[in-house]
């Protein structure tokens, strides 16, 4: 149905209606049942509507005149396929606003995205990279938020959909994709109970290795490792030290105070400080790169990545595998730069049994600190070797100004 003016062409309206009829098969052939009924689904196209949105009271799914005109790229049809799935959903469970609490609605929207997931290969790295960086209140991040609780227009949430998917799987998982479309037709909250919401928290190091680009090991082992998560600059927090213009060595982060703070102490290059509450449940990606971007841009100087004792994590140095942190110690990770370390360093801090908070610091290479912490490998094959590959010299004693002078060298 139309209302009002007529915003759009014939074939934009002709293309909205194949597109539907395409997703409602797709979900009845995984056995969705309700999307193959006859009912009749109403569409409305509003110039007052500024995101894709299902009605609850009216049944109806409203579009942007965005959306509408852009049916078939991707950002559009996954949200279309969205709210259609609120609209199969709201076939057996009572959806009206009084009904939800914020476990109920969390299951509602994360099953959602799961269901488009279902239907559409490109769609579990489109949401994490659409929702990665969404914050929930003030600088937190969606994936620092609690799930199986939602906000009012909690958009930064969505990214938990990526928490049940990893959870999601025929034996070992807390719960599998049969169990979801069972509960989906029979209008059932399967996580709504405090043994499988523990059960979730209990793998949130798997899930955090599928952050980090490693397949999981004891949950959904077959989850597409995608460029997203394997190249992992596009979501959570990042740090990039690069030269610019202005400056040999440059800060820049996605995030803002106070989450990520700048200080620059006195007759020292600036550095960051790191405070990130995650609360129960919840996990903190960080990314610390050496330039613009993992491939791109002029990297600046050497960096470590030093955090305080008193949480868990996973973490990543390049390509190494993943490793396991238990919080006891202070840890030190680096030097990171793309030719005389690593160009990469990622962390996924947990908020596995309580809220937390990850505290670290990103700050120039110390040559008489932290220098003699890095391993000896490390500083024959990346840092002080030549780049004709001659012999590695020993003057890594010098002052930090004569170390500094000759890094132009390894750009
Ligand atoms: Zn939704």
Not at 182 to 191: H, T, V
Not at 276 to 288: D, K, N, S, T
Request: charged fraction near 20%; glycine fraction near 8%; charge should be negative.
């Amino acid at each position: 149905m139309w209302l009002g003016e007529a915003l759009l062409e014939p074939t934009q309206a002709d293309a909205i209606i194949t597109q539907t009829s395409a997703i409602m098969k797709a979900y009845a052939d995984k056995g969705f049942t309700a999307a193959g009924s006859n009912a009749s689904i109403w569409i409305v196209v509003d110039r007052s509507v500024s995101a894709p949105q299902y009605s609850i009271r009216s049944e109806v799914i409203y579009l942007s005149l965005d959306s509408a005109t852009s049916i078939t790229g991707d950002k559009a049809r996954r949200e279309l396929a969205h709210e259609l799935f609120h609209w199969i959903q709201d076939e057996a469970y009572a959806m009206t606003a009084a009904a939800l609490s914020g476990a109920r609605t969390w299951w509602l929207e994360t099953t959602a995205e799961n269901g488009v997931f279902l239907i559409d290969n490109g769609a579990l790295e489109y949401n994490l990279k659409h929702y990665g960086q969404t914050n929930v209140s003030g600088a937190m991040l969606g994936f620092q938020a609690a799930p199986f609780t939602w906000g009012r227009n909690d958009e930064a949430r969505y990214i938990h959909a990526q928490l049940l998917r990893v959870n999601m799987c025929e034996y070992s998982c807390p719960i599998s994709e049969r169990d979801m479309i069972w509960a989906i037709k029979r209008g059932r909250y399967l996580l709504d109970n405090a043994d499988t919401q523990a059960k979730i928290r209990a793998n949130l190091d798997d899930y955090a290795r599928y952050l980090l680009g490693a397949a999981p090991e004891r949950t959904n082992t077959s989850i597409p490792l995608h460029e997203t998560v394997r190249v992992g600059d596009a979501f959570g927090d990042i740090i990039q030290i690069s030269r610019t213009s202005k400056s040999e060595f440059s800060l820049r982060t996605s995030s803002s105070p106070p989450q990520i703070m700048q200080e620059t102490p006195d007759s020292r290059p600036p550095e960051y400080h790191i405070n990130a509450l995650i609360e129960q449940g919840g996990v903190y990606p960080l990314q610390v790169i050496s330039g613009q971007s993992v491939q791109r841009g002029h990297p600046g100087w050497p960096v470590m990545l030093t955090i305080e004792p008193g949480i868990e994590l996973l973490y990543r140095q390049g390509d190494e595998p993943v490793k396991h942190h238990d919080g006891q110690d202070q840890l030190i990770l680096g030097p990171i730069h793309r030719t005389m370390g690593y160009p990469i360093v990622r962390v996924v801090a947990l908020g596995r049994n309580a809220s937390n908070t990850f505290k670290a610091t990103v700050r120039i290479v110390d040559l008489q600190g932290d220098w003699m912490l890095i391993p000896g490998k490390t500083i024959r094959s990346a840092v002080v070797c030549t780049p004709d590959g001659g012999s590695p010299t020993s003057d890594t004693s010098g002052t930090l100004d004569a170390f500094l002078a000759t890094m132009g060298v390894y750009e």
